[in-house]
């Protein structure tokens, strides 16, 4: 039976992720800031900031029985690159700096327990830049690349790392946003079910996956859309 923790788990994607888990009768630890906020019956609250080193290195030490690590958590501040330095290093600060703290701690858990898996929620801008989303971009794009390498690095211990790219979900982070936004419940189902299927790499949605294809051609086309809007 899968043990897994899943960071950012009180709302958004990380409650849906701990939620499918719990219907698949996993044992689930809930990673939050707030572990008060943590409303779901079934999970194991933890207090946990992923940019705080020791909070990191206790979440492993307590969790010593999990197998499948979900680095759901991240921050979304609107921060350009040539604009306000504190909004870009907090971006990399969640989204790179402390999923990778995650996996360090964990890596020697899983290893213990088998190999296990990881699970990296990435992004769709991970593989492009839009205006208002700089440093975001930047930060996911770091995100996915730490993806490829820690499979590498993690190939010995068997630990599995799939990292997952969606342009948005119905969540309170792209509350703000126009456009067609995925079922969450829908987002966490997919990734689950491809991991079990051992895959490295999950594209949720047809904006995704147009976005990964774009990659190949000149991206003066991409980005004079963007340009001449």
């Known amino acids: 039976m899968t043990t897994a923790f899943i960071t950012g788990a009180n709302r958004g994607l990380g409650r849906h992720f701990a ?3 719990l219907v698949r009768g996993a044992t689930v630890y809930a990673g939050a800031r707030n572990p008060e906020t943590i409303d779901l019956p079934g999970v194991q609250p933890v207090a946990l900031d992923i940019t705080d080193p020791e909070a990191v290195a206790a979440a492993a030490a307590m969790a010593g029985d999990v197998d499948l690590l979900v680095n759901n958590a991240g921050i979304s501040t609107g921060a ?19 999923t990778l703290s995650m ?14 898996k990881v699970v990296n929620l990435a992004s769709a801008l991970s593989w492009f830049a839009a205006p208002g989303a700089g440093a975001y971009a930047v930060s996911k794009a770091a995100n996915w690349n730490m993806s490829n390498a820690l499979r590498l690095e993690l190939a010995e211990q068997g630990t599995q790392v799939t990292s997952v790219h969606l ?14 936004k995925t ?34 051609e000149d991206p003066r086309v991409f980005y004079d859309s963007f340009l001449t809007a």
């Open 167 to 180: 342009g948005l979900a119905d969540t309170d982070m792209a509350r703000a946003i126009q456009g067609p």
């Open 80 to 98: 350009q690159l040539l604009g306000d330095l504190a909004g870009v290093h907090a971006e990399m600060d969640v989204n790179f700096w402390g």
């Open 19 to 21: 939620a499918e888990l």
């Open 103 to 116: 996996v360090r701690a964990f890596a020697p858990v899983l290893a213990a327990n088998g190999g296990g």
């Open 183 to 216: 079922d969450p419940a829908v987002v966490a189902r997919m990734t689950l079910d491809a991991v079990e299927a051992g895959d490295l790499e999950v594209v949720v949605d047809d904006w995704s996956a147009m976005i990964k294809a774009s990659l190949a």
